[in-house]
């Protein structure tokens, strides 16, 4: 079973520019969460998504970033007019569906994105 | 809001020795989940271990076990017989119920691990 995809896994940005950042969950599962960590810093909750549906976005800046999770295909994290605030890595982690299963409640991470803004 | 503390940034321990890394949390939720996730330099997450709050028996892997106090709300992780390779930043984590909007994990400011030769 292949693990959570992340692509690119560096992508180098000028300001004013746009970011799309990619994540493929483990086969199996749907409900996809974004985090950010800043250099130094631990992982900081960014949004959750389900197929079709942000169920919490609470940690989303309101402005300039957003998500989705289509029915086919990854899920896309999107920033536009990046700043040099922006440069983090930024980590993609799924879980599977279903209640009281096996690891049903670990999130499985991806290899982050290293988002450099110049 | 849960928060979660770490009150070591760095630690250091001779190779083949034990190590406490600590955590704390605060939460008002009675059910929960506790994780570590240990990040190398390739900066990739991986989890080491894990605990349910309902269950009393502290959680093991291989080398790696917890030390969890629920009253007190600390989450210790204990690495025995230390290897270079357990080199890396340490992060707790707390998470909720699996109830609307307590899916996310809430992460502590990490620890830095490294392992004397």
């Known amino acids: 079973n292949a693990g959570v995809m992340q692509n690119p896994r560096h992508l180098v940005r000028r300001r004013g520019q746009e970011a799309r950042l990619r994540c493929s969950p483990m086969?199996?599962?749907?409900?996809v969460y974004w985090y950010r960590q800043l250099p130094e810093e631990g992982l900081k909750f960014m949004v959750y998504?389900?197929?079709?549906?942000?169920?919490?976005e609470s940690g989303m800046p309101k402005e300039r970033f957003s998500a989705e999770f289509p029915k086919e295909g990854p899920s896309i994290l999107r920033i536009q007019q990046v700043v040099r605030g922006d440069s983090a890595a930024y980590f993609c982690?799924?879980?599977?569906?279903?209640?009281?299963?096996?690891?049903?409640?670990?999130?499985?991470f991806g290899p982050g994105t290293r988002l450099t803004v110049l | 809001a849960q928060t979660v503390t770490q009150s070591q940034p760095e630690m250091s321990v001779q190779e083949a020795e034990t190590v406490t890394l600590s955590c704390t949390y605060d939460?008002?939720?009675?059910?929960?989940?506790l994780f570590w996730y240990k990040q190398p330099p390739s900066r990739q997450m991986i989890l080491v271990i894990r605990?349910?709050?309902?269950?009393?028996q502290n959680a093991t892997e291989n080398r790696f076990s917890v030390n969890f106090q629920k009253a007190a709300k600390s989450f210790s992780l204990k690495i025995s017989d230390s290897q270079l390779g357990d080199a890396a930043m340490y992060f707790c984590?707390?998470?909720?119920?699996?109830?609307?909007?307590?899916?996310?994990?809430?992460f502590g400011q990490g620890t830095r691990l490294t392992i004397n030769p």
């Open positions: 982690a799924s879980s599977p569906t279903g209640f009281r299963l096996a690891g049903v409640y670990t999130q499985y």
């Open positions: 086969k199996g599962h749907s409900h």
């Open positions: 998504l389900q197929k079709e549906n942000i169920i919490d």
């Open positions: 939460t008002s939720e009675s059910d929960y989940y």
């Open positions: 605990q349910e709050a309902y269950k009393q």
């Open positions: 984590a707390y998470r909720g119920l699996i109830i609307q909007g307590a899916q996310k994990l809430v």
